[in-house]
């Protein structure tokens, strides 16, 4: 009976290791799909940042600028992402925003667009040869 257990705790726990990794991957997804379904939508922002090919450190914050639609806390920008990588390390930053539909645009083919809120990011990257910033512009869309 001892070997049978073991047999099956050695079965079992691969088996429950890979449910967590697939539930951890899913997770994004599950939390899109439940804001829908509760009729709150959310969008997902992603925002890849790469860091200079340098020795050390580089330092790299991501702030979110506020719109009426997406508001922050103090009404400034606020801080998505800020951490110390490696140099050299390419990173991808994830922010879910309300996604709400702020007007329509109309395409070539006469066909009606929606048009939902998009926010900006500021991306900053430092390090000890030097750094950058840039505003990101997103632009938001329906899933198909």
């Given at each position: 009976?001892?070997?049978?257990?073991?047999?099956?705790?050695?079965?079992?726990?691969?088996?429950?290791?890979?449910?967590?990794?697939?539930?951890?991957?899913?997770?994004?997804?599950?939390?899109?799909?439940?804001?829908?379904?509760?009729?709150?939508?959310?969008?997902?922002?992603?925002?890849?940042?790469?860091?200079?090919?340098?020795?050390?450190?580089?330092?790299?914050?991501?702030?979110?600028?506020?719109?009426?639609?997406?508001?922050?806390?103090?009404?400034?920008?606020?801080?998505?992402?800020?951490?110390?990588?490696?140099?050299?390390?390419?990173?991808?930053?994830?922010?879910?925003?309300?996604?709400?539909?702020?007007?329509?645009?109309?395409?070539?083919?006469?066909?009606?667009?929606?048009?939902?809120?998009?926010?900006?990011?500021?991306?900053?990257?430092?390090?000890?040869?030097?750094?950058?910033?840039?505003?990101?512009q997103t632009d938001v869309v329906k899933p198909p």
């Amino acid at each position: 009976m001892g070997s049978v257990k073991k047999l099956v705790l050695v079965l079992l726990l691969p088996t429950m290791s890979g449910i967590a990794v697939a539930m951890a991957a899913n997770d994004e997804m599950s939390i899109l799909f439940n804001s829908w379904l509760e009729g709150k939508p959310l969008a997902l922002v992603k925002i890849r940042v790469e860091t200079p090919k340098a020795d050390g450190v580089c330092f790299i914050a991501v702030h979110r600028f506020p719109t009426s639609y997406n508001p922050t806390k103090n009404g400034t920008s606020e801080v998505i992402y800020r951490e110390k990588v490696r140099c050299g390390e390419a990173i991808v930053v994830k922010d879910f925003i309300k996604m709400v539909q702020v007007g329509m645009r109309d395409e070539r083919n006469g066909e009606a667009k929606p048009i939902f809120d998009s926010p900006e990011y500021a991306v900053v990257v430092i390090s000890k040869s030097g750094g950058f910033s840039r505003i990101i512009q997103t632009d938001v869309v329906k899933p198909p």
